[in-house]
């Protein structure tokens, strides 16, 4: 009787005289289920009806908001996964290289022209350093992938940090990268604590690669100093390890508090 008589969103024909039951009808079947039948007969009253219509509501709610949430969760640094590697090692170059100004701006060439190849080797040089430190046994991407323009790296970096990492767009040219000045901070706390959810990752292991990236930056850079595009200074970059640090060591320390917080 109740197949005969329903119709969508409470349930769906799905061919082979097979029928989705759906939100709507599962929230009646609960409700069913918590009422005795009296004299074969079940009343349902204004304020049940209601109850159930509020929880099928909740769950397209719910439902309709699942990819806004996870984009939040992305931005602010609470996404179930955590952010790649090499992206790291692509962002943590750009702060190197003090690329947090639109006249330090990077420009996103592509590596079929002598500038873009030198280019794109000299940030993502560090960033694979970088990462085969952190993650020593990561699966390697294509060549084709490890580029500034188009590439993932930078299109994840993007997604997880949003405004503050800003591509300026040139009509006619190439487009720019940069870290927001006013961010600056905020995503070198954002890297720490990403980094800190790492759970195999110590302040050791973390030091030593992002030793090695400046190393490798430092090896590929001196490549584009006849372009102007090298603006790295030794003492702004002892003081980015320092906050990068300081950031995983804080988020570090908070989640043991919480931990133990916990604990009976």
């Given at each position: 009787?109740?197949?005969?008589?329903?119709?969508?969103?409470?349930?769906?024909?799905?061919?082979?005289?097979?029928?989705?039951?759906?939100?709507?009808?599962?929230?009646?079947?609960?409700?069913?289920?918590?009422?005795?039948?009296?004299?074969?007969?079940?009343?349902?009253?204004?304020?049940?009806v209601a109850a159930m219509e509020r929880m099928a509501l909740n769950k397209?709610?719910?439902?309709?908001?699942?990819?806004?949430?996870?984009?939040?969760?992305?931005?602010?640094?609470?996404?179930?996964?955590?952010?790649?590697?090499?992206?790291?090692?692509?962002?943590?170059?750009?702060?190197?290289?003090?690329?947090?100004?639109?006249?330090?701006?990077?420009?996103?060439?592509?590596?079929?022209?002598?500038?873009?190849?030198?280019?794109?080797?000299?940030?993502?040089?560090?960033?694979?350093?970088?990462?085969a430190i952190v993650v020593p046994k990561r699966g390697e991407r294509s060549?084709?992938?490890?580029?500034?323009?188009?590439?993932?790296?930078?299109?994840?970096?993007?997604?997880?940090?949003?405004?503050?990492?800003?591509?300026?767009?040139?009509?006619?040219?190439?487009?720019?990268?940069?870290?927001?000045?006013?961010?600056?901070?905020?995503?070198?706390?954002?890297?720490?604590?990403?980094?800190?959810?790492?759970?195999?990752?110590?302040?050791?292991?973390?030091?030593?690669?992002?030793?090695?990236?400046?190393?490798?930056?430092?090896?590929?850079?001196?490549?584009?100093?006849?372009?102007?595009?090298?603006?790295?200074?030794?003492?702004?970059?002892?003081?980015?390890?320092?906050?990068?640090?300081?950031?995983?060591?804080?988020?570090?320390?908070?989640?043991?508090?919480?931990?133990?917080?916990?604990?009976?």
């Amino acid at each position: 009787m109740f197949q005969a008589g329903y119709r969508e969103p409470l349930v769906t024909e799905a061919g082979g005289e097979a029928l989705l039951v759906g939100v709507e009808a599962r929230a009646l079947l609960w409700l069913l289920d918590t009422k005795d039948p009296d004299d074969g007969h079940i009343f349902l009253s204004p304020a049940e009806v209601a109850a159930m219509e509020r929880m099928a509501l909740n769950k397209y709610r719910a439902w309709s908001t699942a990819r806004l949430n996870q984009v939040v969760a992305l931005r602010s640094g609470r996404a179930a996964e955590v952010m790649q590697a090499v992206p790291v090692g692509l962002v943590i170059a750009l702060l190197i290289n003090r690329s947090d100004t639109p006249d330090r701006a990077i420009p996103k060439l592509s590596k079929e022209t002598l500038a873009g190849k030198q280019v794109n080797e000299a940030i993502y040089a560090g960033a694979e350093r970088f990462a085969a430190i952190v993650v020593p046994k990561r699966g390697e991407r294509s060549a084709e992938e490890k580029r500034l323009k188009g590439g993932y790296g930078l299109s994840e970096a993007s997604r997880r940090l949003a405004h503050r990492l800003v591509t300026i767009k040139r009509p006619g040219g190439e487009d720019l990268i940069h870290i927001d000045q006013s961010s600056r901070s905020e995503v070198v706390r954002f890297l720490g604590f990403d980094l800190a959810r790492r759970a195999g990752l110590t302040s050791e292991v973390l030091a030593t690669a992002f030793d090695e990236l400046v190393l490798a930056f430092r090896a590929e850079a001196g490549k584009l100093a006849h372009r102007s595009m090298v603006f790295e200074r030794a003492a702004d970059t002892r003081r980015l390890k320092s906050d990068l640090m300081d950031a995983f060591h804080e988020a570090r320390a908070g989640a043991l508090d919480s931990t133990q917080a916990g604990q009976p």
